[in-house]
């Protein structure tokens, strides 16, 4: 926590310099969400969003944030204007599927997270939720290739959900 409020301080001082920077609105909103002050986090990411309103990278870390603290509806939005800026980014896919997985929009959700594959086929995480969704769908043999998919991708991936 020192370690943030030290980062903050250098993200102040920053902000100050230039108050437009896309960039140092949407990392502060990062450090914010880490230390749990959800609320200004997403001022940043507002902030950020209006230097920059197709940054696939913001809409992306704003999605997170939402869906982190229950709001995925408007998770959902953040992460299709993410994929709208960024059609490639697999991890935008991943989140984007694990929301629509929690709504039980199972079909969907498996689309996304075969776009994220085929987008980054070593995508350990997106094997992993993807291996989640097909065990819930009752695909037990498809869901167990996943998860292996998952550990040859990365041998030291651990799920932290």
Known sequence: MERCEKIEEQYLLALE????????HSDYGNILEEMGRYDEAEKQY???????????????????LLRQIGRKKEAEKQYILALKAD?????????????LSEMG???????????????DPNNAEAHYNYGNLLQQMEHDEEAEK?????LK?????ICIY
Do not use: F, S, W
């Not at 507002?46 to 997170?64: E, F, M, Q, T």
């Open 17 to 24: 310099a230039d108050p437009n920077n896309m960039a140092v």
């Open 46 to 64: 507002i902030l950020a969003l209006k230097v920059d309103p197709k940054n696939a990278y913001v809409h992306y870390n704003y999605g997170n």
């Open 87 to 99: 059609t490639n980014n697999a991890e935008a896919r991943c989140n984007y599927g694990n929301i």
């Open 105 to 119: 929009r199972y079909k969907e959700a498996k689309k996304q997270y075969i776009r994220a594959l085929k987008a």
């Open 146 to 150: 996943q998860y292996i998919l998952a």
């Open 153 to 157: 991708a990365n041998p030291k991936y």
